[in-house]
C-alpha cells in the first residue's frame, strides 16, 4: 500500500518535494525529502504514512483501508475528536471523516511543516451543535510531530490514535505507560501494571494510563528498533490492539493483522479539553506527539 501511495501519479507540485496526489476518492499530500517521506490524506488531516530515511515505515497502514470520502481509514495517525470511543456518532468524532483544507507548506533544511485548517459547517453543527477552529500541523523530516489545536468554547476530548507498525506484536514491549491504569475491556476496572507492558500475540488490549511519563518507548525485538513517542500536553496515554477474535468483525483489517501494529495513543480523555482552554496567554490549547526512531 505504501509503495502505491508514493508511486501515485502528481496532479499538482506545491514545493520542490511536496506535492498533491489522489488515491481513489482521496486527495493526499505527498513529501518526499531526503530525510525521509510522508503522506497525509486531506480527510481527517490524516498522517497515513511517515518512513524516515534508511528506516522501514513506522506507521501502519491497512491494505484494507476504504479511499472513499466519509470513510475512516484504518490506520496512520487519526485524529480524534470531539469525542472519543462510541460516545458519538461517528465512532471517535467527526474530525477523521471530513475534509480538511491545507493552509500553509513551510520548507526547511531539513523538514517540510504542513498547517490544515478545519471550522465549524452546517455538516459538523448537525453532529457537535457548537462553533470551532482546528488546526493541525504535521513535521515531516528525520523525526515526525502532529500537533492538533483547539478553539473552541465547548469541552471536548481529543486523541492523536497513532497506528505503530511493528515486526511481530509478540516481541513488542512498550515502557514509560506507568503503573496505574483502567481497562477499557473491562469496564474501566482500575489495574496495576509492574514495569513495562509485554504484549501477547492474539490478546485483545485497551488500557488507559494516566500516570504515564512523557515519553513511551515502543521496543520492537524482531524490527530491532525502538519507537519513542514524544507526548505533549496530554492527560492519558492509550494502549490498543483488537486481538485476534475481535479483528474478525472488521472488514477494514486482515484476519491476522493485529500481529502487525499496535497503538500508542497520545490523548485528553480524563481531563478533557476546556471551552475556551489557553496553554498559555493567547495560545489555544494543543495536543501534540512526536514520534523518533533508534536502534
Known amino acids: 500500500m505504501l509503495e502505491k501511495i508514493f508511486?501515485?501519479?502528481?496532479?499538482?507540485?506545491?514545493?520542490?518535494?511536496?506535492?498533491?496526489?489522489?488515491?481513489?476518492?482521496?486527495?493526499?499530500?505527498?513529501?518526499?525529502?531526503?530525510?525521509?517521506?510522508?503522506?497525509?490524506?486531506?480527510?481527517?488531516?490524516?498522517?497515513?504514512?511517515?518512513?524516515p530515511r534508511g528506516e522501514a515505515p513506522v506507521l501502519w497502514l491497512s491494505d484494507r483501508s476504504r479511499w472513499a470520502r466519509g470513510a475512516a481509514i484504518?490506520?496512520?495517525?487519526?485524529?480524534?475528536?470531539?469525542?472519543?470511543?462510541?460516545?458519538?456518532?461517528?465512532?471517535?468524532?467527526?474530525?477523521?471523516?471530513?475534509?480538511?483544507?491545507?493552509?500553509?507548506?513551510?520548507?526547511?533544511?531539513?523538514?517540510?511543516?504542513?498547517?490544515f485548517g478545519l471550522r465549524s459547517t452546517?455538516?459538523?453543527?448537525?453532529?457537535?451543535?457548537?462553533?470551532?477552529?482546528?488546526v493541525t500541523r504535521i513535521k515531516v523530516g528525520q523525526e515526525c510531530s502532529v500537533e492538533l489545536e483547539v478553539h473552541a468554547d465547548h469541552p471536548s476530548v481529543a486523541a492523536l490514535h497513532t497506528y505503530l507498525r511493528v515486526g511481530s506484536l509478540a516481541q513488542v514491549t512498550i515502557a514509560g505507560l506507568g503503573d496505574r491504569y483502567t481497562d477499557g475491556l473491562r469496564d474501566h476496572a482500575p489495574g496495576f501494571q509492574d514495569g513495562a507492558l509485554t504484549l501477547a500475540d492474539g490478546e485483545p488490549?485497551?488500557?488507559?494510563?494516566?500516570?504515564?511519563?512523557?515519553?513511551?518507548?515502543?521496543?520492537?525485538?524482531?524490527?530491532?528498533?525502538?519507537?519513542?513517542?514524544?507526548?505533549?500536553?496530554?492527560?492519558?496515554?492509550?494502549?490498543?490492539?483488537?486481538?485476534?477474535?475481535?479483528?474478525?468483525?472488521?472488514?477494514?483489517?486482515?484476519?491476522?493483522?493485529?500481529?502487525?501494529?499496535?497503538?500508542?495513543?497520545?490523548?485528553?480523555?480524563?481531563r478533557p479539553i476546556a471551552g475556551g482552554e489557553r496553554n498559555a496567554p493567547g495560545e489555544a490549547a494543543r495536543l501534540a506527539m512526536t514520534l523518533t526512531v533508534r536502534s
Open 205 to 270: 488490549v485497551e488500557r488507559y494510563y494516566t500516570r504515564s511519563a512523557s515519553v513511551s518507548e515502543v521496543h520492537d525485538g524482531k524490527l530491532g528498533r525502538t519507537v519513542e513517542v514524544h507526548h505533549r500536553q496530554h492527560s492519558d496515554t492509550v494502549v490498543w490492539n483488537p486481538g485476534a477474535e475481535l479483528i474478525q468483525t472488521m472488514p477494514d483489517l486482515a484476519k491476522d493483522a493485529h500481529r502487525e501494529f499496535v497503538c500508542v495513543e497520545t490523548a485528553r480523555l480524563s
Open 7 to 51: 508511486s501515485l501519479p502528481i496532479d499538482e507540485a506545491i514545493a520542490e518535494a511536496v506535492s498533491r496526489r489522489h488515491l481513489d476518492q482521496m486527495p493526499l499530500v505527498v513529501v518526499d525529502r531526503p530525510e525521509g517521506r510522508a503522506a497525509v490524506s486531506l480527510q481527517g488531516a490524516q498522517l497515513v504514512a511517515w518512513e
Open 74 to 115: 484504518r490506520g496512520g495517525v487519526p485524529l480524534c475528536w470531539p469525542w472519543f470511543d462510541d460516545s458519538g456518532e461517528p465512532m471517535h468524532g467527526f474530525a477523521r471523516t471530513v475534509m480538511w483544507e491545507l493552509t500553509e507548506c513551510l520548507e526547511a533544511d531539513d523538514s517540510v511543516t504542513l498547517t
Open 122 to 134: 452546517a455538516e459538523t453543527l448537525a453532529l457537535w451543535p457548537y462553533d470551532f477552529a482546528l
